[in-house]
T-cell receptor
Framework: GAVVSQHPSWVICKSGTSVKIECRSL??????MFWYRQFPKQSLMLMAT?????????EQGVEKDKFLINHASLTLSTLTVTSAHPEDSSFYIC?????????????FGPGTRLTVL | GNSVTQMEGPVTLSEEAFLTINCTYT??????LFWYVQYPGEGLQLLLK?????DKGSNKGFEATYRKETTSFHLEKGSVQVSDSAVYFC????????????FGKGTRLSVIA
């Protein structure tokens, strides 16, 4: 149980285009989802926290107009990288926590590798 | 604020060697502590966890004990295998609700045959 999926697993796009990444909790209700960014050989950097039905809370230095997060249901959150540029190339990982699945435990998706040309 | 400090890698060991990866934390209250593992090109997988002082988390031969007196959660394994090669992250989360994990910087382990 407690499986989180991400789609797509990798994407290559041209500079200036927008890319949407989906994060789904498959077998539990995710009241909170977290979006992280990971650069090569580095730790995870929290970008934002989203609670179902509410606006996301962004970490300092993360542009909310650049990284649009929507958490419209208890099983789906989306991250849209708008007008992507090469510096946005990274590994994006979501995690989810919710009721009935491990107190204070977060379950991670497999990640999405974004490459912007 | 809360923080996690873990030993810097990379760590290279021969197969069947003993592994220790140190992790210490700073936190208010009584956080839950975790070790996550990331294999190349993949997301994070929970390896083990402990939610209160003196708890021992264990999985796949790995162990870590929540030591409140030393604010530590060191990861150990008695005999590593090549398949254990990965990056290991120590993390904590406050017990005050759905708050994000705080990660250490990660330690890359390479096990050679």
């Amino acid at each position: 149980g407690a499986v989180v999926s991400q789609h797509p697993s990798w994407v290559i796009c041209k500079s200036g285009t927008s890319v949407k990444i989906e994060c789904r909790s498959l077998d539990f209700q995710a009241t909170t989802m977290f979006w992280y960014r990971q650069f090569p050989k580095q730790s995870l950097m929290l970008m934002a926290t989203s609670n179902e039905g509410s606006k996301a809370t962004y970490e300092q230095g993360v542009e909310k107009d650049k990284f649009l997060i929507n958490h419209a249901s208890l099983t789906l959150s989306t991250l849209t990288v708008t007008s992507a540029h090469p510096e946005d190339s990274s590994f994006y990982i979501c995690s989810a926590s919710g009721s009935g699945v491990g107190y204070n435990e977060q379950f991670f998706g497999p990640g999405t590798r974004l490459t912007v040309l | 604020g809360n923080s996690v400090t873990q030993m810097e890698g990379p760590v290279t060991l021969s197969e069947e060697a003993f592994l220790t990866i140190n992790c210490t934390y700073t936190a208010t209250g009584y956080p839950s502590l975790f070790w996550y593992v990331q294999y190349p090109g993949e997301g994070l997988q929970l390896l083990l966890k402990a939610t209160k002082a003196d708890d021992k988390g264990s999985n796949k031969g790995f162990e870590a004990t929540y030591r409140k007196e030393t604010t530590s959660f060191h990861l150990e394994k008695g005999s590593v295998q090549v398949s254990d090669s990965a990056v290991y992250f120590c993390a904590l989360v406050s017990n005050s609700g759905n708050t994000p994990l705080v990660f250490g910087k990660g330690t890359r382990l390479s096990v050679i045959a």
